[in-house]
């Protein structure tokens, strides 16, 4: 090999049967170092489903059909450049542990997101595993911790939702710091674990709220993100709101401000101008989801109620792909020194 | 006849190859007055159906399938015991003049909702008509307006929501007058009119928030509504989202308070303890839309989110049902002596 | 009492936690001798959900929110003078032999649908139960057969609409007896047992065929009533494929036929002339599913293609009314010597 | 510039507002050659939609957002190399006479696919323009026709479905020529022009039959296509069932058969092992539209029912990709010489 030939890059994904995983892979198929053979994909683990084929789960994911999923263990996920873990909750500290520094572990649960050991325990009980840096590398800082980490923690979907939609405010300053939110997600969000609640015939022509009154485990995470943009502490309210589509978060977002709508939109204007997946619209111009299905994109609205005294943001994600396993690709490509849109689309799919 | 014969009503609906008016004759059909042939369903009336069946517009109204549509008129209207109008925002002031005060008219639209001219020339545009009784009996002294009335206004399927989800916070004092008001909605309130933004396309698998920063005109109503309650000004910010379902509307509400769950429960229970529709969840359950769908029942869960010092209170309608339809056959009861419940329920179609 | 008080009719739903359990429910709270309180609803049994209310499960049932449910067996079933049984395949037959022959018994499950055992055994497995009065009025003797049964199985949801759509065609010979269905369904058909193939996310924005090549459980049964319609065996091709709604079936049947679009279309008009929940669409008119929501209504469409040789009837039905409950009501009416159509509606619940 | 360096090749899309040619540009925007500069996206055109911006329409196209539609016009679409016709049946003869014969017109509407002078006028009315070659490459004959042609007709996208799913039995002559095919749709199929019967509130929940008896403008291209690969008239019967979604067709298309299952499985893996879009799944095994959601892939499952001696294949596009815009940019693909997988996927976008 000589010195102009591209390092090659092995990826594992545990969990693959779950739609973060496969929501990793689908993204991986379409990624520029897999086109051109550099990055390949090797192990693919589950849990129940080990032994069974990936295309009897992701019937979507034509190329990789008929690999056989393997047990999800150190061993099977040793030998790998880059392991993505789409595990239950609490599952993948002992990974952690036993792989090497030197693998890069992206971690789409939630293990490693919280700095505060205190809202670890209550919002998700079991014992506190630490930080990582944080995959969202549009807060302020964010991004230089993942060029070269080794270890990352993907954002909640919601929590990528809100906190770009409400950082720019609490950094300039221009609210108080008083959060009220009320975000509605498609199913997927809820896992692929069969449960009646999300059955078809319960969701399809449904709306329902849950975690109502500050219940949601995604609440801290939220706290944490506009809390260290604003450099004090930020009051949080958050209320999700699941809806009959499979795919996508809108949260619309408020607090008491004084500027007028031009100044409010002046400020998200700048706050985003270099960001490639964010996209402030036109004053008056609102976000659907639909826009960003498939894609890695952020579409956020800005309005001012002057009435009300409130700036009201409404953001919209993909919360598979921007929410979870593109948040993960984009903080991979950064940790490897890749181009940080390497796989990624700011395109969605619509209608 | 006989003096115990009951006296015979009959009903024109103006409007009737849209969504209010279809919903109008749904319920009308299942009245127990129109069973047993006292009510009887006169003239259907249209605008640029007229001339067409009923069946060709609203296949599911069997019994009522060819009945051909009269031009919508004084002329066609006249001779009527009630009359509902479910005619866009502006036609109605014309019927009210020129029908008989005799006539209960009944207004599915916004023209004689808001007490304040200012706020009608603002948000709709046009002449002000002025205020009728209002078609929301579980608002304080909204229900002896309605006894024997013949001007009725029939609510804003949003403000129905918002407004009940409110009313007992502001009336009890338990949170500060400044309400910040989330509300997903099913694609039919936005009426039958086709517009692209509205097709099936456009509309299924996403959510999109519309007139964000206070424009949406159910506002004022919404303010009107919760500040005659509380006794002084209610400060409203309010967000509608459009989410792929056909009804049913999800008002999500919220308020800075100091009282704890148990508190805020007992004052909603206490409130709507003798009311046949609202029904209050226990303590830690939430509506879903499905639970109320072609039903007229209100279904609303309390919580307190005591990190945030919020109110929060979720109620579930079907804007066609209680939001509209429901609403206006509700009025009409009171308004003509009969059992306030009659043709109405409590049990919706779910799954 | 005096002898022309109505006779106190008490009635059990075992399974009440499923679909099919709250959708007699539902009806039976709309159902005339319920309002009037000869019709008194008793014991609600569940399997795993026993101990638990029925407002955990079915939310939309207000008024019967806080019954607790019991477990199913004979002891609770006692006492009642008709039990819906809505049990998972191969469950009824202990009730329908423990339970006193003067108990009305309403299977909606399959045990007792084919009398064919060897169809039975070939398609369920296990041991075959017997044959009981077939709960599909409209077919040639089913409805004199009803007529104070007390034991009544309650057909399939496919092929209630399936054999309502060809029926005639068959019984009048304008076909060749070789009948292609493909009917699309809602996901409720398949029960309310949590599995990841009716997760919403699987389901939403999705179309799927399943059971293809004639292996769904409904074949059998539907060339049982073409068959015993046509006086000879016919033959039966059935596909059905899953579509994002919850409820509602459409049904397309085609066979060769030779006839013209009016012959066949009188052919219909003339056997459904009298029924009261089956409606023959006019010419150039075909039915959608939401036009029955919640109804008992069946709404046919009849067409020949002409360059092809081929009657198509589309049949579309609510697969949890008329289906299952609805036709297990109207079943029950038949059986107690109630009219046919207490609590029954035609009118659908749209948009 | 160097003999190595690429040929640019511009292109211009007319009816860019529409969904057919919004999903030719999503589908540009990921192509290499426009990833790599070679090819660049030159005039957007529209109808009543000239003047506004592609964002308005298209939201999801951000990297065009702020490009403005132009009229469309000889004078407009001219200088480009290839030009890609989205326009409403009728529309395209004129600019295929008036645009030079070099450039690549690819017509997404249905002027030219008709082989049949008497079919085009019975089914579109009008005056017949002719046919051009016909940009299916899968059928026998049509891949080597498309390379270099100049004047391409793209299928419909119930007869790209249809077709494939039965072309395979019929050329290997397994099948009497007698087909059956029922195919449900998402809404997109029907195009964006507002139409009260295709609004979000008349579609969600609901599936309807439409076009029954023949009557869809489809039917003669089915015909023509597998009566050509029979080599002999192919008698079809195809009813469109419209369903609640956006994207997908899945088409249910059976025929009369002595073969069994596993022979049918062979015909058609055999058929299609060489094509890198057509998946035939493993046997037993059948599609979801989802699968095929945003891709160039066919899903196509082969049953045999025994019993009634039919064979049933079904098959997955997506209507707006493989059925429109993704048989348009592989068919130009063939015409430019370049790879003909170039910018199309095979992976979907799932859940």
């Known amino acids: 090999m000589t010195d102009h030939a591209p390092t090659p890059i ?5 969990g693959a049967s779950g739609y973060a995983g496969g929501e990793v892979l689908r993204l991986l198929l379409g ?30 994911l034509l190329p990789l059909a008929d690999r056989v999923l393997a047990d999800t263990s150190v061993e099977t996920l040793a030998g790998h450049d880059v392991v993505f873990l789409a ?7 002992r990974y952690a542990n036993e792989l ?37 590398p549009e807060l302020p800082g964010a991004r230089d911790a993942l060029r070269g980490a080794t270890r990352i923690a993907v954002p909640g979907c919601y929590p990528t939702a809100a906190s770009l939609a409400f950082a720019p405010a609490v950094e300039a300053g221009i609210v108080e710091p008083r959060v009220r939110i009320v975000a509605v997600s498609g199913t997927s969000g809820a896992g692929r674990a069969p449960k009646v609640a999300q059955l078809g015939s319960e969701v399809i022509g449904s709306a329902r709220a849950y975690g109502v009154g500050g219940l949601h485990r995604h609440t801290p995470e939220i706290v944490q993100n506009l809390s260290a943009v604003a450099g004090g502490h930020v009051d949080v309210s958050f209320t999700p709101v699941l809806v009959p589509m499979s795919r996508g978060i809108l949260a619309t977002c408020s607090a008491p401000t004084t500027v007028d709508a031009g100044e409010a939109h002046a400020v998200y204007t700048k706050a985003y101008r270099d960001e490639p997946f964010v ?4 004053e008056g111009t609102f976000p ?27 953001a919209a ?34 209608p």
């Not at 990624?31 to 789960?57: E, K, Q, V, Y």
């Not at 659907?288 to 943001?313: F, H, P, R, W, Y």
Request: hydrophobic letters at 40%; a negative charge; charged letters at 15%.
């Open 31 to 60: 990624h520029p170092l897999f086109l051109d053979g550099t990055l390949t994909i090797g192990t693919l683990t589950a849990g129940d489903n080990a032994g069974t084929t990936l295309g009897s789960h992701h019937p979507h």
């Open 317 to 350: 994600i993909d919360n598979l792909t921007k929410g979870t396993a593109g948040g993960a690709v984009q903080s991979m490509n950064l940790a490897l020194g890749l181009p940080e849109t390497a796989g990624l689309s700011t395109v969605g799919v619509a």
């Open 100 to 136: 090497p520094d030197s693998v890069v572990l992206v971690d789409c649960g939630a293990d490693f997101r919280l700095r505060d050991a205190d809202a670890w325990t209550r919002f998700y009980g079991g014992e506190y595993a630490g930080s990582w840096p944080y995959g969202l």
């Open 279 to 282: 996209h402030v619209l036109p």
């Open 288 to 314: 659907q989801t639909k826009s960003v299905v498939g894609s890695n994109a952020v579409q956020i609205g800005v309005a001012v109620d002057a009435d009300a005294g409130e700036l009201v943001v409404v």
């Open 10 to 14: 092995r990826v594992a994904v545990a």
């Open 87 to 93: 595990l239950p909750h609490g599952n993948s500290a």
